[in-house]
């Protein structure tokens, strides 16, 4: 950990091909400050990214990364904390990479509660495969493919995380840079599995879900005034609140114990010793 690092200091020498205007600048930028305001540094951070536009972030940032198959970034990013748990973790994908192929493995990482931080960028649209509804796309959001919307209610990913036991699920908007990496501070600090969706809008594929429209509509949670993180009943109304739009952390166990306390991983397992387990040879062999 270290107190002289800058934001600036997370950011590779590659740039980034995104569409100019697209959400996913404000919402790397604020990841980057984040890890630098809670002490991090690039040598200590490992990015994992899944497929869409949102898995060309580890490329774009300075730190470990690894850039993973569709829908598998956070089983990558479990196996990386295990054997490292000594290192800030961070997964970065997008609403179809982890609301749709990656669904199954989103439920089954906030339950095991890992401690590391997962930051989806909801653009509500398949913006890399140009322009497809996505799991949190509006029923009657048009696109080539769904001429007259998707016809089915959009994914409640917060929701999702409530009822598979999340200790901490917030949203946030990439173009309110301050508060966006506010929130994801929060996520970062969070003893436990950290989950943030950001409302990170495309400007090229949906003309629906805008900056415009966020600026408008979101209502911001404060929560030394109208929230209380930490009541779950509280948490429960606003993220299953189905008229407004929202962004600050929505709910937080602290008494939740992380994965690696619970089960007493705390040693760097990345280490393998020379040549194969013992008797694993005739066990290969047994089936082979």
Known sequence: MSSDVRFTDFKSDKQPTWCPGCGDFGTMNGMMKALANTGNDPDNTFVVAGIGCSGKIGTYMHSYALHGVH???????????????DIEVMVAG?????????AGHFVHAVRRNVDMTYVVMDNRIYGLTKGQASPTSRSDFETSTTPEGPQQPPVNPLALALASGATFIAQSFSS?????????EKAIEHDGFGFVNVFSP???????????????TLVDLKE??????????????VITDGEM???????????????HEQ?????DMS???DGAPEDAMDLVREFY
């Open 94 to 102: 997008g609403d179809g990479d982890g609301y749709s192929i990656g």
């Open 71 to 85: 829908g598998r970034a956070l089983p990558v990013g479990t196996g990386v904390k295990m054997a490292r748990p």
């Open 271 to 273: 280490e393998i010793p």
């Open 224 to 237: 030394d005034e109208d929230h209380d993180p930490t009541n779950y009943e509280d948490a429960k109304e």
């Open 245 to 259: 739009e929202y962004q600050g952390v929505m709910y937080q166990n602290e008494e939740a114990l992380p994965y």
């Open 263 to 267: 089960h007493g991983v705390t040693e």
């Open 202 to 216: 495309c400007v090229t594929f949906n003309d629906v879900d805008t900056y415009d429209y966020f600026r408008d």
């Open 176 to 184: 309110d840079a301050m508060r966006h990496a506010e929130i994801i």
